[in-house]
């Protein structure tokens, strides 16, 4: 112990009688036994009592006295207050040095069974004699459960080397975590923590001790309630894996750069630097593409007939100048006669090429639900826009999406389950039916385009379902997109410039559980799904899509932190957070498709509710009783669809003469093959039994 020993006057609450007096006591620290004994005064020989320093899980300020501070152990409270808030600041940091002290054993010890912390993280309290529910209904003994300043870990005292805790089962970052609910078992208290990567897990405590209790007080004060309390603030300081490039990754996407790319400035369209400062709208990125004969004084007026001021701006046009364009739903009014909506029609108008009907406008939303934004004003455009034509998309909002993802998420968390009804209980959760709605849209969008209409798209705010149709028809339109750089600068652009709420729709924050919904997900889902259907168009691979859906939720890195530019601006993300990006770009042949050989410059995907699928990595990767069960279940009959699929590749690459890549497909089938149980003969029999698509 290098610190000196705790002694000094407190006043201490008596904890007894109907009248609980502050009395001062005289408080001197024993080192050797790990106890705080407290006296009548200094002189006093035989103390009155004692706090055991190896039993102090929290301590923090009271309100019930203006110099006081709470000592907490299990089961007992100790109220002390100091003569000033310096004293008392000065005594709480005591307290928690004791406590980082016998932390540090944890850290210690996981450092020498060769299980490192990561770069930043330390431990700041441990709760022994923690048991777990395992998905059998089995309890199993000997676990700690430990709180870093990242994430809970759930440690084996009697075989700590047998787990990875930088990725295990048993360590859950705070960010991850979706709910945590009480309950009890015979004589135990349990605490079920749910994730949103689809694990739960429940641990328990013995009735009596309170630790379920002091564990939640302390889960509490460890989840971040403020951007700069992030973990990745404190991760990007630390961690010396990204060389001294660790923020670079922020610098891929460059504004004009991209649109340079694209054709911009050019006779139909400028660069507008009018939302520099964010003045007109603070969830769009500073700089705007806008059409080249629209004066800029018109957009700060007729933004305003837009909610949230979200006018529209371009995304994306081919080489014949067919655009694609992003906005938010229109301000109707009441009675649809809002004084901006000249303004409106005007630009509209002038989006609007090649004669009548020629702006195609996709409301990602159902006709119904738009409507029923008219009553707040708000709703979609109407006949007065001559030259445009407003298609409905029918693809529900977050809170729908939401309710899907957790019925789909209960229903693939390892438990004691009966699978008899698995089908129908996969239909009823509709997440599929959320994916094929958004395919749809996008496919129809592509349509429109290769008809030479330009499109506006919009749902209500215009960064949720927008986001989504924008990109999926980027990704189809455009190879570049379909890189691995292209896939990155198209998450900057679409997503992140534009404002999709991921601190909201992600839940970095507790309190905003109504805003939580995985749109981004179901987004990376929708790719998966188109990669499946053309294996050789798309450059990178399964796990790069996974590392982008992982790391939006894990808290590491500061790429998705903030809902806008100005956010990443405001609260220094590029300075002080590390980026995904270069993580990703450090580690590229990772996630690099092996069979990327591009051959079509437009993509059309099947709109088949056959063709859809489960993204497996996803929602089945804590679960591996849906990888293992006999060949009549679904999941097998999708890693069937998939043997077929190697089959005829492997076909394919034999007539190419492409010997390097059917050795690495006749290894995935012979892999499948062994996971089977099966030879080839058996399992073509199956296939063969397969329902014709």
């Not at 998705?560 to 590390?578: G, I, Q, W």
């Not at 006749?666 to 058996?682: A, H, I, P, V």
Request: glycine share 6%; hydrophobic share 35%.
């Amino acid at each position: 112990m290098d610190r000196p020993p705790i002694e000094g006057y407190l006043l201490k609450q008596g904890d007894k009688g109907p009248v609980k007096l502050w009395r001062r006591r005289w408080f001197l620290e024993v080192p050797s036994e790990q106890k705080l004994y407290y006296y009548k005064d200094q002189s006093t020989a035989n103390p009155n009592g004692f706090i055991d320093l190896a039993l102090v899980e929290i301590v923090r300020h009271i309100q019930s006295h203006k110099n006081g501070f709470v000592v907490v152990c299990p089961g007992r409270l100790y109220n002390l207050a100091a003569d000033t808030p310096e004293s008392t600041n000065e005594w709480i940091r005591k307290f928690e040095l004791i406590m980082e002290e016998r932390m540090s054993h944890w850290e210690n010890k996981l450092d020498e069974n060769l299980l490192q912390l990561l770069p930043g993280e330390r431990v700041k309290y441990s709760f022994s004699d923690t048991l777990l529910k395992n998905e059998d209904g089995d309890l199993e003994y000997s676990y700690t459960a430990l709180l870093s300043n990242y994430r809970v870990l759930i440690v084996d005292e009697n075989n700590i080397s047998t787990c990875d805790y930088q990725e295990d089962e048993f360590s859950i970052p705070y960010s991850m975590i979706y709910k945590v609910d009480k309950s009890t078992y015979s004589r135990f208290e349990i605490l079920k923590i749910v994730s949103k990567d689809v694990r739960e897990f429940n641990i328990m405590w013995e009735t009596g001790g309170h630790k379920r209790k002091y564990f939640l007080d302390c889960l509490e004060g460890c989840i971040p309630h403020t951007m700069m309390e992030c973990f990745s603030y404190v991760y990007s300081q630390r961690d010396n894996s990204l060389g001294d490039t660790g923020n670079c990754g922020y610098y891929y996407y460059n504004v004009a750069k991209e649109y340079t790319r694209l054709g911009v400035p050019c006779i139909n369209w400028k660069f507008t630097n009018v939302n520099k400062e964010y003045e007109i709208c603070d969830t769009y990125p500073s700089l705007l593409v806008i059409p080249e004969s629209w004066p800029e004084d018109n957009i700060i007026e007729s933004s305003m007939f837009r909610t949230k001021r979200r006018f529209p701006v371009l995304s994306w046009k081919n080489k014949q100048n067919i655009a694609l364009l992003r906005s938010s739903q229109p301000c109707m009014g009441i009675t649809g006669q809002n004084s901006y909506h000249r303004l409106d029609e005007e630009y509209l108008d002038l989006l609007s090429v090649n004669g009548t009907e020629s702006l195609c406008i996709l409301d990602a939303r159902a006709r119904v639900a738009a409507m029923a934004n008219r009553g707040r004003g708000a709703g979609t455009e109407n006949k007065r826009y001559k030259n445009c034509k407003v298609e409905f998309l029918n693809i529900d909002n977050i809170h729908a999406v939401r309710a899907s993802w957790r019925a789909l998420s209960d229903l693939c968390i390892p438990r004691l389950l009966d699978s008899s009804g698995w089908l129908s209980s996969l239909e009823e959760t509709k997440w599929l039916s959320h994916i094929r709605k958004i395919l749809k849209g996008a496919a129809l969008g592509v349509e429109r385009i290769q008809t030479g209409l330009s499109i506006l798209v919009h749902c209500s705010d215009g960064w949720d379902r927008t986001s989504q149709i924008t990109s999926l028809i980027m990704i189809l339109m455009d190879p570049y997109y379909r890189t691995l750089e292209g896939f990155i600068l198209l998450i900057e652009k679409e997503w992140l410039s534009f404002g999709h709420k991921f601190s909201h729709r992600h839940g970095y924050f507790p309190g905003n559980d109504q805003e939580q919904s995985p749109i981004f997900l179901q987004f990376l889902e929708c790719i998966w799904n188109i990669t499946l259907m053309f294996p050789t168009e798309f450059h990178f691979n399964e796990d790069f899509l996974y590392v982008i859906y992982w790391h939006s939720y894990s808290g590491l890195y500061g790429t998705f932190l903030c809902d806008s530019e100005k956010e990443r601006y405001e609260y220094l993300v590029n300075e002080k957070t590390a980026s995904l990006w270069q993580y990703i770009m450090n580690g590229s042949s990772n996630y690099i498709n092996t069979f990327y050989e591009p051959k079509r410059e437009v993509l059309i995907p099947v709109i088949d509710m056959r063709k859809m699928t489960i993204w497996k990595k996803v929602f089945y990767r804590w679960n591996e009783s849906l990888f293992i069960s006999d060949h009549h279940s679904s999941m097998n009959t999708e890693m069937l669809k998939e043997y077929k699929r190697l089959k005829e590749l492997e076909s394919f690459l034999m007539k190419e003469g492409r010997t390097e890549d059917l050795g690495r497909v006749t290894q995935n089938l012979e892999d499948m093959e062994q996971e089977f149980g099966s030879k080839g003969n058996r399992i073509s029999a199956w296939v063969s039994a397969l329902p014709s698509e």
